[in-house]
């Protein structure tokens, strides 16, 4: 099985956990110091150039650019990265609603055609009301769901309608539409969400359908309502989990490197939530890592929900410990479920990124001896958790 490797890019250099333990190294020679604060210009050019190298050098194949109401402009940070990297390509986070549909189909395709397949989009429909609002958007999450559908039937007729077409939507209206530049390969589309609503339309659409880290049993569960919402459109979805591994040399010091993460997390959680106005409670991801963190501290071999828990489960914050061999092997455990994009970050992001080479290659190296189809008998054996 051909695993997908994603990072994460940053414009400056920060940890929301104010980690001041440094990923140590298969050495345990710590490689980066880091105050675990931002400070600086919040677009630092350099350290998005040396941040998205460390990846390539890595073996990543991707660098998501997130996306929020305060967030530096996506389509500015994907070109620097994708200009200043000879393969790295780009998830660029996307949230429908405040650029035309076939605007945003130009501007993929664009970057498409200065870096052939090496740009995807990573569709961001928006669980935190007041974030939306800030961009001045109030419509409900059912609302935004149903203008994410109608968006993204717009942007496939953008790229692939070779003649003038038209659309009538519920949200969007063209006459006429058409693109001089589009996109000589499909633009993957990578999809998140775990409400029903994100479900249906995530079915219907995406080509990547990605969940964030919970126990085994969990996205077994989430590959197989996917699955279920897709088959009706003929779209079989490739799947991602993303996870935050804390290895190290040995699994004494992956979880002494663990509480400390924890510590600091613990004294800046509200320091964190007052600077970036976060608010998860309304998130059915967020609702589902809590429930599993009210559960246990740790799933399935080593899961660790306590960061997710001290957090409110604010975004993608669960976390694998352990010794690199042992983080391996959990990050297969989901490869057999039928996984293939793993999108792991660290809690030092550029010495995280160095230091996950060695997990990438272990996770490579067994990953090519599980067949392709194996995740759908996994899944089926995979008995169902209690829903929320």
Request: aromatic share 8%.
């Amino acid at each position: 099985m051909t695993i997908e490797f994603i990072g994460i890019a940053a414009t400056q250099e920060t940890s929301e956990s104010g980690s001041a333990t440094p990923a140590p190294g298969r050495d345990g020679i710590s490689t980066q110091s880091e105050t675990g604060r931002a400070s600086g210009p919040v677009v630092q050019p350099a350290y998005l150039r040396e941040l998205a190298r460390a990846h390539e050098e890595s073996g990543f194949d991707r660098v998501l650019v997130a996306h929020s109401s305060a967030s530096p402009d996506g389509f500015t940070v994907a070109d620097q990265i994708l200009t200043h990297t000879d393969r790295l390509g780009v998830l660029l986070a996307h949230r429908p609603g405040f650029v035309s549909p076939t605007v945003a189909a130009r501007k993929y395709a664009t970057l498409d055609a200065f870096h052939p397949g090496r740009i995807a989009l990573h569709v961001i429909t928006g669980g935190d009301d007041a974030d939306q609002a800030r961009d001045g958007d109030f419509s409900d999450k059912p609302t935004r769901y149903r203008r994410t559908d109608d968006f993204l039937d717009v942007v496939r007729k953008e790229w692939n309608s070779t003649e003038p077409f038209d659309h009538d939507g519920e949200f969007y209206r063209v006459r006429g539409g058409f693109s001089a530049v589009r996109p000589a390969a499909p633009v993957p589309v990578y999809f998140g969400g775990a409400s029903e609503d994100a479900v249906r339309v995530g079915g219907r659409h995406a080509d990547v359908y990605a969940f964030w880290g919970e126990p085994l049993a969990g996205i077994a569960e989430r590959i197989r309502d996917v699955r279920a919402a897709a088959a009706p459109y003929g779209r079989a979805p490739r799947f991602s989990v993303s996870l935050r591994p804390i290895p190290a040399a040995t699994e004494a010091a992956a979880w002494g490197r663990a509480r400390e993460i924890l510590r600091l997390t613990k004294e800046r959680a509200g320091e964190a939530h007052a600077s970036f106005n976060l608010n998860h409670a309304g998130q059915r991801g967020s609702q589902r890592l809590l429930r599993y963190a009210a559960q246990g501290e740790v799933h399935d071999k080593r899961l660790w929900t306590e960061i997710a828990r001290t957090t409110g489960a604010a975004g993608n914050s669960t976390a694998l410990v352990g010794s690199y061999e042992q983080v391996a092997e959990s990050l297969l455990d989901y490869v057999a479920l039928g996984v293939t994009t793993l999108l792991i970050r660290g809690f030092s992001p550029l010495a995280d990124a160095r230091d996950y080479r060695t997990l990438i290659d272990l996770v490579r190296a067994g990953a090519a001896g599980i067949p392709q189809a194996a995740g759908d008998t996994a899944v089926d054996a995979v008995d169902p958790v209690v829903r929320v």
